[in-house]
């Protein structure tokens, strides 16, 4: 009877829902209104009752049923001697409950770690172009920060002689970028340098947090400031600030040692770029015992430039953990690398001076 009322109401509503004004404009309305109102009502309070908690084993309704199954988490009784008494009846469904939990859980972790694993072994884009040259800027020693306009520039363009508008050569005691002079003191420098940690300069930041773990260039030793300027260098998106917070866990400089903690800001400064974080990686998977992932890694140090990796990969090649087709991919990758840092100026500036060596 029930089910026809509400069909009924249903039918009216929809004859009420084409048909809703007369010609004069005033509402259309008939007997089975007040029926679909009682009918909504009755429907809204069933909702609600299905709410009210309901114990499993005796029936007893209320909200003082609280006494939640410990292990499904799926029913509740009024008190923990319904409980016992229902257990054996409700043992079955409880493991069934718990077994799909479970099942949810894992493959909830394996999305998760599939996703990580993703990003982590992503190749990473390669190093900026230097702003003068546009090449490929290299690692290391080949490439300096100006504190002046907070730019990287390669050796070859620092070493590169300058010629006015008429073609002399000029002093070339100043910034190749920005053209401000080269500071002659330190204090100069360093007060360059607390100018771009104002203006947000991340790679500024990490090495004033280096000069801090390091208690040099006038700065007194101290570790907390060191970690505090890497964390806010990483979140602005310098990835070696991460790697020296994940360094700082991993020796215990400045901070307990925490390997876990370590790999997490590896992991970050490896997705953000750094090589040296990646190699770090790579070495850690190897010592686990997990030589694939550790290739992984190393490969990926390797097509940024990272020659240790490469070296690591002929050892485990030497070794019989790694194949030969392996060692010839990274040779590969690296040789590619080197393809694209190389020029005749940065060869120049190498040859002028050991200290201006890219690879």
Same mark, same amino acid.
Not at 70 to 78: A, H, T
Not at 271 to 290: S, Y
């Given at each position: ?40 009502? *009755? =429907?809204?309070?069933? !909702? ?53 939990? !479970? ?5 909830? *972790? ?82 360059? #340098? #607390? ?10 930041? !990490? ?17 907390? #400031? ?106 590969? *990758? ?10 005749? =100026? ?14």
């Amino acid at each position: 009877m029930v089910i026809d009322t509400v069909s009924r109401c249903s039918n009216n509503m929809n004859i009420s829902n084409n048909n809703t004004t007369t010609e004069a404009g005033t509402d259309i309305s008939n007997d089975n209104d007040g029926v679909c109102e009682v009918i909504g009502q *009755l =429907q809204y309070m069933s !909702t609600d009752d299905n709410n009210i908690s309901v114990c499993a084993n005796c029936g007893k309704e209320g909200d003082n049923v609280n006494n939640i199954c410990n292990k499904c988490k799926m029913v509740k009784y009024c008190n923990a001697s319904c409980k016992k008494k229902h257990r054996h009846k409700h043992k079955k469904e409880c493991e069934e409950h718990q077994r799909l939990a !479970t099942e949810k859980h894992n493959e909830e *972790l394996r999305i998760a770690a599939e996703k990580h694993d993703e990003e982590l072994f992503k190749q990473p884009p390669p190093e900026d172009d230097c702003p003068i040259c546009f090449i490929r800027l290299p690692l290391g020693t080949g490439m300096t920060y100006m504190s002046c306009c907070g730019k990287r520039i390669c050796s070859g363009c620092i070493y590169a002689p300058v010629y006015d508008h008429k073609g002399n050569e000029v002093d070339n005691e100043k910034c190749p970028f920005c053209r401000i002079p080269t500071p002659y003191t330190n204090e100069e420098a360093m007060e360059r #340098k #607390k100018k771009r940690i104002e203006m947000n300069d991340p790679i500024a930041m !990490t090495n004033l947090g280096n000069y801090y773990r390091d208690g040099r260039n006038g700065f007194p030793q101290d570790y907390d #400031k060191a970690l505090e300027l890497w964390h806010r260098a990483g979140e602005l998106g310098y990835a070696g600030a991460y790697s020296a917070i994940g360094y700082a866990y991993h020796f215990g400089k400045g901070a307990e040692h925490d390997m876990k903690r370590a790999m997490h800001y590896y992991e970050l400064a490896a997705i953000g770029g750094n090589e040296v974080a990646r190699n770090n990686l790579g070495t850690w998977e190897k010592r686990e015992g997990i030589k694939e992932r550790a290739l992984k890694h190393y490969m990926i140090a390797v097509r940024d430039g990272y020659a240790n990796s490469l070296d690591t990969i002929k050892r485990m090649y030497t070794n019989g953990h790694a194949t030969k087709e392996d060692y010839m991919k990274a040779l590969q *990758l690296y040789q590619t690398y080197l393809g694209e840092i190389k020029s005749d =100026q940065r060869d120049k500036a190498a040859a002028a001076d050991e200290d201006c060596r890219y690879y």
